[in-house]
């Protein structure tokens, strides 16, 4: 026989979201926390059953930098291929558009 639930979220799969009374955090919440030096215990989480994303993580880095950056310690980064492409593209496109 099939499943006959009420079309829910299934509760038997929350558990697998915690061990114990920590939350299951993804790689990529784990490696953004590490390279940053955060403690994701100072997060909120938005994501199902209060579990931190990627999104929190950056609102997070984005909090915290913009008091620290000034205008001057701006850090440029070079254009990838593909992004220099689609600049020259995009540059091409708006030359080529005659004037209504």
């Known amino acids: ?17 915690y061990y114990g009374t920590h939350l299951r955090y993804s790689p990529v919440v784990m490696r953004l926390a590490s390279k940053h ?3 994701l215990e100072s997060i909120v989480g938005t994501g199902l059953n209060g579990r931190i ?6 609102s997070y880095l984005d909090s915290r ?4 950056i000034g205008v001057d310690e701006i850090k440029r980064i070079p254009l990838t291929p593909i992004r220099k492409i689609i600049a020259t593209n995009m540059v091409r496109s708006s030359n080529e558009i005659p004037d209504a």
């Open 1 to 17: 026989m099939g499943p006959t639930g009420s079309g829910g979220p299934d509760e038997s799969l929350a558990g697998d979201l």
């Open 37 to 39: 030096g955060i403690s």
């Open 53 to 58: 994303t990627r999104k929190d993580i950056q």
């Open 65 to 68: 930098n913009t008091s620290d």
